[in-house]
C-alpha cells in the first residue's frame, strides 16, 4: 500500500513567522509532487508542484523534494491569518498508474 | 475560464438506492479524478479517466463505477448505497497529472 505521511498538526504559528510542513511518501518510483490548500468547508486548491530534487520557490512558497529520503516539505514565509487552512501533500504513483496519492493532511493555524 | 463544475452540490438518500454524481471538467482538460473525502479517511482516490478511457482505479467495493464521455464529461455511480458511503464526493480535472488537477466544489452525499 503505497503512502503519504503527514503530521496532523495542528501546527500554530504566530503571524509573520515561517510555517514548514513535512511529508514523506513510500513510493520510490514518485516522480510528481503537489501540495494543496485546503480551508474549512472548500475543495483543495493546487499550490504548488514540484518533479526535481532542490527548492521551487512561488512567491513566499517554497517546495522543498529530497528524492533520497522521499522527503517533501512546504515553507511559508511571512505566515499570514489567511494562510490558516489544511495542507495536503500529494504524490503522483510512480508506476504510471494516473493515480495522486493524497495524505490527510496538516492543519495550519496563523496566530494575528 | 470555467471552473470544474459538479451538480448536484448536495444530496440526501436512503440505504439501497443508487445514486450518480455529474462533473464538467475545464476546457481542454482530458483527464477527470474522483476522489472520496471523509474525516476519517482523507482524499481517497477512486477512479481516473482520460479520453474516455479508466485508467486507474482505486480501492472500492465494484459498486461505484464512472464514465467518461467524448466532451470529457464525467459521471460516477454509486449502487445499492450504503450508510458508510456518506461523503464528500470531488471531481478534479487536469491534463494528465503531471501539472496537478483542479478541483470542484464537490458533491455532499448523505445516506440515511
Known amino acids: 500500500q503505497k503512502e503519504v505521511e503527514q503530521n496532523s498538526g495542528p501546527l500554530s504559528v504566530p503571524e509573520g513567522a515561517i510555517a514548514s510542513l513535512n511529508c514523506t511518501y513510500s513510493?520510490?518510483?514518485?516522480?510528481?509532487f503537489f501540495w494543496y490548500r485546503q480551508y474549512s468547508g472548500k475543495s483543495p486548491e493546487l499550490i504548488m508542484f514540484i518533479y526535481s530534487n532542490g527548492d521551487k520557490e512561488d512567491g513566499r512558497f517554497t517546495a522543498q523534494l529530497n528524492k533520497a529520503s522521499q522527503y517533501v516539505s512546504l515553507l511559508i514565509r511571512d505566515s499570514q491569518p489567511s494562510d490558516s487552512a489544511t495542507y495536503l501533500c500529494a504524490v503522483e504513483d510512480g508506476t504510471g498508474g494516473f493515480k495522486t496519492i493524497f495524505g490527510a493532511g496538516t492543519r495550519l493555524f496563523v496566530k494575528a | 475560464k470555467a471552473g470544474v463544475t459538479q451538480t448536484p452540490r448536495y444530496l440526501i438518500k436512503t440505504r439501497g438506492q443508487q445514486v450518480t454524481l455529474s462533473c464538467s471538467p475545464i476546457?481542454?482538460?482530458?483527464?477527470v479524478s474522483w476522489y472520496q473525502q471523509t474525516p476519517g479517511q482523507g482524499l481517497q482516490f477512486l477512479f481516473e479517466y482520460f479520453s474516455e478511457t479508466q485508467r486507474n482505479k482505486g480501492n472500492f467495493p465494484g459498486r461505484f463505477s464512472g464514465r467518461q464521455f467524448s466532451n470529457s464529461r464525467s459521471e460516477m455511480n454509486v449502487s445499492t448505497l450504503e450508510l458508510g458511503d456518506s461523503a464528500l464526493y470531488l471531481c478534479?480535472?487536469?491534463?494528465?497529472?503531471?501539472?496537478?488537477?483542479?478541483f470542484g466544489s464537490g458533491t455532499r452525499l448523505t445516506v440515511v
Open positions: 513510493d520510490r518510483g514518485s516522480q510528481s
Open positions: 476546457s481542454g482538460h482530458r483527464s
Open positions: 478534479a480535472s487536469g491534463e494528465g497529472g503531471l501539472y496537478g488537477y483542479t
